[in-house]
Nanobody
C-alpha cells in the first residue's frame, strides 16, 4: 500500500510558476514509477508525465514539454512537478499516482491539488 499526499497547488497568474509536491508513504518508494495527471473541468484525465525509480523523467503531454519538469527525491519519498510559464489551459486538478515496477496500471492515487491559472 502507498499513501500519496499532494501539495503546492494554488492560484497563479499567467506566466507564473508553481511547484507541486507529492509525498509518499507506506511502501518502498523507489520501487514505484510516479506519475502526474491532471483533469480539467469537463475533460478527461490526462497523463502529464511520469518518472522512473532511477529518476528518468518522461513528459507525455506535448502541451507541457519545455515548461514542466518532473523530479523525485527517493530519500524524501517525494516527487515534484515544477510548472513554469503557466497558461490558463493548465488549470486543472493535479494528481500524483504510483505504479509498482511490476504493474501495468497506476494503482495508488493522491487526493489531488487544484491549480488555477488566471489571465
Amino acid at each position: 500500500q502507498v499513501q500519496l499526499v499532494e501539495s503546492g497547488g494554488g492560484l497563479v497568474q499567467v506566466g507564473g510558476s508553481l511547484r507541486l509536491s507529492c509525498a509518499a508513504s507506506g511502501s518502498t518508494f523507489r520501487y514505484y514509477r510516479m506519475g502526474w495527471f491532471r483533469q480539467a473541468p469537463g475533460k478527461e484525465r490526462e497523463l502529464v508525465g511520469s518518472i522512473s525509480w532511477s529518476g528518468g523523467p518522461q513528459l507525455s503531454a506535448d502541451s507541457v514539454k519545455g515548461r514542466f519538469t518532473i523530479t523525485r527525491d527517493n530519500a524524501k519519498n517525494t516527487v515534484y512537478l515544477q510548472m513554469n510559464s503557466l497558461k490558463p489551459e493548465d488549470t486543472a486538478v493535479y494528481y500524483c499516482a504510483a505504479r509498482h515496477q511490476s504493474a501495468q496500471n497506476y494503482d495508488y492515487w493522491g487526493q489531488g491539488t487544484q491549480v488555477t491559472v488566471s489571465s
